[in-house]
């Protein structure tokens, strides 16, 4: 197909029958091609690996946490280094959220997973055990404690946008409100007319703060609605008719019915901007929102789960502790192309996971890392030679028919 688009991001080819594609996002610090996977790194570090290697491994950009960085070392240290990629030495593209998910599930003590899958969730799997609610929401805003000293604090969406201009990444999120899935339905209404409210605020904010020769970074605004399809879609077409660069679609996605709800905010989207999707890198998950229309994704389980030992492979996930591996001198995954399969075993990555040593995190997460975004290089490619379809039924066949353990 013709390219289409604007100077922030063309579309270069798509799905036929679907709403997927393919594109450029065009940022200060170099070009993202989509569908891309996003690593995070939260307070400016993707943990264990080294921005370096990073780039090896192929990742286009870098995502850290409005929040957490305001917290430590404070958004002005990172402003006074000269923006977020000089001060963690990253030369490309980043983005930073506006701090709306970890204010409130840290501030209220949710567990760091929310749930996905409401017919098995009750609210004390989603609230910590032993966990005081830490943040108040009002119209106004959010006050919270700090998860570090407990110290007070109060978010508003212009302090949010304060915090990212400072921060200075190339792609930030309006502050909206996180809801999980058993919130009820009132209070999700309520929260989608806040969160809209506040994405204006947040708009009026940035545009004040962006006047010309002072800022080139570009705002997304945040759908919400859970699992009802009318908020989704309401909240999806409030913001088409605000002037943001693109949107993020964020709040917990009930895993069975992802396609479906990430389909209903896309269709009413409109198609010339991007659409960044919050918190997903299971397989299926990611050829699930690929065909449905997002175009960029982010998630922490890739580098969480490999510092605890969950590894990813062609024919499943698999725990690198469990005895089999103890005298296994093979790759994690034979197929695999990074750093760590061409240079250790299981058997090694066994005895340093087993001896608690640092080293273990390092090459796991340099494993996951690798694998999470070459399946979705491989997805992009697979768009471009119409084979989208068959890559998925050979990648999901063999990794959740046949798993390693």
């Not at 309520?190 to 703060?209: I, N, P």
């Not at 913001?239 to 019915?257: P, T």
Request: glycine content about 8%.
């Amino acid at each position: 197909m013709a390219e289409q688009g604007s100077e922030f991001f063309t579309i270069t080819a798509s799905l036929p029958g679907r709403r997927g594609r393919c594109g450029v996002i065009r940022t200060p610090h170099g070009d993202i091609h989509t569908p891309a996977f996003i690593a995070v790194g939260t307070q400016a570090t993707v943990k264990a690996v080294l921005p370096e290697t990073m780039k090896a491994l192929g990742a286009q950009a870098v995502l850290a946490n409005a929040y957490h960085l305001y917290l430590q070392p404070g958004a002005e240290v990172v402003e006074q280094a000269g923006g977020l990629s000089a001060f963690m030495n990253w030369p490309g593209p980043t983005f930073t959220d506006s701090g709306g998910f970890q204010v409130l599930s840290l501030g209220a003590g949710f567990r760091k997973v929310l749930a996905m899958d409401t017919e098995r969730v009750q609210a004390d799997d989603v609230i910590a055990a032993g966990k005081e609610r830490l943040a108040v929401v009002d119209d106004d805003g959010v006050t919270f404690r700090s998860h570090l000293d407990g110290s007070s604090h109060r978010f508003t969406p212009e302090l949010s946008m304060r915090i990212q201009h400072q921060l200075g990444a190339d792609i930030i999120f309006a502050f909206d409100e996180l809801t999980t899935l058993v919130n009820t339905r009132g209070y999700q209404e309520r929260s989608v007319r806040r969160t809209h409210d506040w994405a204006v605020r947040c708009l009026a904010e940035h545009q004040r703060l962006s006047r010309p020769g002072r800022s080139t970074q570009a705002l997304f605004g945040v759908v919400q609605g859970a699992q009802y399809e009318d908020l989704r879609r309401a909240a999806a077409r409030g913001l088409r008719s605000l002037d943001f660069d693109g949107f993020g679609i964020g709040g917990a996605l009930e895993k069975q019915n992802l396609a479906t709800i990430i389909g209903w905010v896309t269709s009413e989207l409109p198609e010339e901007k991007p659409r960044h999707l919050l918190g997903i890198s299971e397989p299926d998950d990611l050829f699930s929102a690929v065909a449905a229309g997002a175009d960029t994704f982010d998630c922490v389980s890739p580098s969480r789960v490999a510092r605890n030992a969950a590894v990813y492979s062609s024919t499943g996930r698999f725990n690198i502790t469990g005895s089999r591996y103890r005298r296994d001198f093979t790759p994690i995954d034979p197929e695999c192309d990074c750093y760590t399969c061409a240079h250790y075993t299981r058997a090694y990555l066994h005895h340093l996971h087993k001896s608690k040593e640092i080293l273990a995190a390092t090459l796991t997460t340099i494993h996951n890392l690798r694998f999470v975004i070459r399946l979705v290089d491989q997805i992009r490619e697979s768009i471009y030679q119409g084979r989208f379809d068959n890559l998925r039924e050979h990648v999901l066949g063999r990794y959740y028919s046949t798993r390693a353990e």
